[in-house]
């Protein structure tokens, strides 16, 4: 299925996010190496969620980390400045994409732009990837689903250090019996 959303529906969308959790007196956090570093995460997530890209533009491997391209060229004019704040959105991006735009912005938006570039550096995808060349969308896929099955597998033995906590306090004020 291709997709018609474009990587700046999903950069405007990010501006919004960011603008909207400011204080008035604050500037927008996102510059445009942050915004190339959180559109190669959407991208994954998505890839790993519904087995679908999010946006349509491809992802290349460049010395910095994964960059788009085309929203590249957009934004460089603000050099290492801040983008703009969008305090108003229009947008066609449905409920669900909206959802996993925020999901990732809640997970990475208090890294900065240079913690978001080493975070991408460690991404596999991007270190297999001969620079200046896309980023396979299927390499994107299998690494994000790793990175979910490892999430999950911790999630899972968070929850039997617990079970197993409950059960010895149990068995501590109660006894044996009581389990």
């Known amino acids: 299925m291709k997709t018609s959303t474009s990587a700046m529906e999903v950069v405007e969308y990010l501006q919004w ?7 008035d007196d604050e500037s927008s956090p996102l510059t445009n190496l942050m915004v190339q570093k959180l559109l190669y995460f959407v991208q994954g997530w998505s890839l790993a969620e519904t087995g679908q890209p999010l ?8 010395d910095y980390g994964p960059v788009v391209k085309d929203a590249y060229q957009e934004l460089k004019v603000f050099g290492k400045a801040a983008l703009p704040l969008m305090p108003r959105l229009r947008t066609t991006l449905t409920e669900h994409e909206q959802e996993l735009i925020r999901g990732v912005w809640d997970r990475y938006k208090n890294y900065s732009a240079y913690g978001l570039m080493h975070l ?5 995808p991007w270190r297999e990837a001969a620079k200046g060349k896309t980023i396979p969308h299927e390499a994107m896929k299998q690494s994000f689903l790793e990175q979910m099955r490892q999430a999950e597998a911790r999630l899972a033995a968070a929850w039997d250090r617990i079970d197993s906590a409950a059960r010895t306090n149990t ?8 389990i």
């Not at 991408?120 to 596999?124: F, P, T």
Request: hydrophobic residues 40%.
């Open 171 to 178: 068995q501590q004020m109660f006894g044996r019996e009581a």
């Open 55 to 62: 946006f349509r533009e491809s992802i290349e491997a460049w």
């Open 17 to 23: 996010l960011a603008s909207n959790e400011l204080a």
């Open 120 to 124: 991408s550096h460690r991404e596999r």
